[in-house]
Structures are given as structure tokens and as C-alpha cells.
């Protein structure tokens, strides 16, 4: 056996010590009764090892296993699944068994914290199916309570019940029925209507503004007709001057 089958083989034999006591056993059981393969959880032509402990009972969920046994049979990485020979399906019963007549304390903590979280899932899944029987429980209630409050209200008011969505929507026929009678009987004349409101002064004819002289025909020498007035200037009287003496 190489290097290479040979740490193959460890890591198997390391992966099936980590599961749980039960596992193993169910695997070992679930060998004979299934056709083994490698390279998939099942191809239409058998099953793993994983899944036949499962069909024998077991439902614990190993990541290392499946790796370590597509490695020990040469098929991880490569895509492909094909049936185990039976050199390695009397390997791996072999190590089965040894795992479990050995009954080696679990060391790697594997087998205990796979319990535990199988513990955990069973506890999660029975509080969520009594969280979901209780909401059951309180609709069922809540909905006799408003049957009781029905009736009730039906017994007082002498088996009258108000039907207020029937009211509303008879309502609402009502009314189109009206606003449609009303735009027969007016009908569409006003449409066509003059509604142009015109001023006072429309009619009044306008005087036309007297012409302006081109700026060719101006005559230039003509006097001006206006005089223009003069602005009326002050003159302010002179400031003396100071006289500057020498001392």
C-alpha cells in the first residue's frame, strides 16, 4: 500500500471514529443491504455509506466521512461516482468493526458535539412544533370568541345582522345610476356653447393714428416750433480773500 492509500486509509478511519456509536452501527448494517458506491450520496444505482446508515435509521450528518471515503476510493475532486469494488467495502467494514470493538473514548470531542447539536435541532424542532400548536390553539379560540360575539349581537337584535358592505355597495350602484340619468337628460349641447365672454368695446371702431414723418423728410433748417427756456443761472457773489502778514 502507497503513502498516499495509506493516509487515505487513516483519515477514514479517523472520520469513522468521530461519529456517534449508533452511526456506525447503522452503517454497518445499511453495507449489506445496499449497493454500495463512491463519488455521490446516490446515482439511481446505489447509495453511499452516509446515506445507507440513514436508510437503516440513523440521521446524524457527517461532513468529514463523505470526503475521507471519496478520497480513500480515488474519486474526490474528479466529478464522477461509480460503485465500490469489494476490496473497499471489506475495508470499510473492517474499520467498522474495529471502531467498534476498540470503544475508544472520543478524544477528538467529534462523537459529543455532533450529539449535541443533534440535542439542540430535536429541541428546536419540538419548541417549534409546541410555539405553532399554541398559535393553533389561540386562532381557534380567538375565532370561537367572534362566533359567540355573532351570535350574540344576532340574538339581541332579533336575528338582525347588518350587512354594511351590501349597503355600501348598493349605495354606490345608486349613484351611478343617477349621475347617469342626469348626463342623458343634459346631453352634450352645452359642449358646443359660445362661452367667449367679449368686452363692452368690442364693436367701437378704432381711430387710426396720425402718421409720422419719415426721417428722410425731415427738414433740418426749419426753426423749431418750441422755444425751449433758458435755465435761470445764480451768481453767487465772491468770497474775499484773506490778506497774509508777515510778522
Same mark, same amino acid.
Given at each position: 500500500?502507497?503513502t498516499?492509500?495509506?493516509?487515505?486509509?487513516? +483519515?477514514?478511519?479517523?472520520?469513522?471514529?468521530a461519529?456517534p456509536?449508533r #452511526? =456506525?452501527? *447503522?452503517?454497518?448494517a445499511?453495507?449489506?443491504g445496499?449497493?454500495?458506491?463512491?463519488?455521490?450520496?446516490?446515482?439511481?444505482?446505489g447509495?453511499?455509506?452516509?446515506?445507507a446508515?440513514?436508510? *437503516?435509521?440513523?440521521?446524524? =450528518?457527517?461532513?468529514s466521512?463523505?470526503?475521507?471515503? /471519496?478520497?480513500f476510493?480515488?474519486? &474526490?475532486g474528479?466529478?464522477?461516482?461509480?460503485?465500490?469494488?469489494?476490496?473497499?467495502?471489506? #475495508?470499510?467494514?473492517?474499520?467498522?468493526?474495529?471502531?467498534?470493538? *476498540?470503544?475508544?473514548? /472520543? @478524544?477528538?470531542?467529534? $462523537?459529543?458535539?455532533?450529539?449535541? &447539536?443533534?440535542?439542540?435541532? @430535536? $429541541? +428546536?424542532? /419540538?419548541f417549534a412544533?409546541?410555539?405553532?400548536?399554541?398559535a393553533? &390553539?389561540?386562532?381557534?379560540?380567538a375565532? =370561537?370568541? $367572534?362566533d359567540?360575539r355573532?351570535a =350574540?349581537?344576532?340574538r339581541?337584535?332579533g336575528g338582525f345582522v347588518?350587512?354594511f358592505a351590501?349597503a355600501? +355597495?348598493? &349605495?354606490?350602484?345608486?349613484?351611478?345610476g343617477r349621475?347617469?340619468r342626469?348626463?342623458?337628460?343634459?346631453g352634450?349641447?352645452?359642449?358646443?356653447e359660445?362661452t367667449?365672454v367679449l368686452?363692452?368695446?368690442?364693436?367701437k371702431?378704432?381711430?387710426?393714428e396720425?402718421e409720422h414723418e419719415?426721417?428722410? /423728410?425731415?427738414?433740418?433748417?426749419?426753426?423749431? @416750433?418750441?422755444?425751449?427756456?433758458r435755465p435761470?443761472v #445764480?451768481v453767487?457773489p $465772491?468770497?474775499?480773500?484773506g490778506?497774509?502778514? +508777515?510778522?
Open positions: 500500500m502507497t498516499l492509500q495509506t493516509g487515505a486509509l487513516t +483519515n477514514l478511519r479517523r472520520s469513522i471514529d461519529l456509536e #452511526t =456506525r452501527r *447503522a452503517m454497518l445499511g453495507l449489506d445496499n449497493t454500495v458506491i463512491t463519488g455521490a450520496f446516490s446515482d439511481g444505482s447509495v453511499c455509506p452516509m446515506l446508515a440513514h436508510r *437503516a435509521g440513523d440521521r446524524v =450528518r457527517c461532513m466521512f463523505p470526503e475521507a471515503w /471519496d478520497r476510493t480515488g474519486v &474526490h474528479r466529478c464522477i461516482s461509480r460503485p465500490a469494488s469489494r476490496g473497499e467495502v471489506a #475495508t470499510l467494514k473492517a474499520q467498522l468493526e474495529e471502531s467498534l470493538s *476498540a470503544a475508544r473514548p /472520543d @478524544t477528538s470531542g467529534f $462523537a459529543a458535539a455532533i450529539a449535541e &447539536h443533534e440535542a439542540a435541532v @430535536t $429541541a +428546536n424542532r /419540538d412544533v409546541q410555539q405553532a400548536e399554541i393553533a &390553539h389561540e386562532a381557534e379560540v375565532q =370561537r370568541e $367572534a359567540e355573532r =350574540r349581537k344576532r339581541e337584535s347588518a350587512d351590501g355600501i +355597495n348598493e &349605495h354606490l350602484s345608486t349613484a351611478r349621475r347617469g342626469e348626463a342623458t337628460e343634459t352634450l349641447d352645452w359642449l358646443f359660445e367667449l368686452p363692452q368695446d368690442f364693436d371702431q378704432v381711430e387710426p396720425p419719415e426721417a428722410g /423728410d425731415f427738414d433740418f433748417s426749419r426753426a423749431p @416750433t418750441t422755444t425751449l427756456a435761470k #445764480t453767487l $465772491a468770497r474775499p480773500r490778506r497774509y502778514v +508777515n510778522k
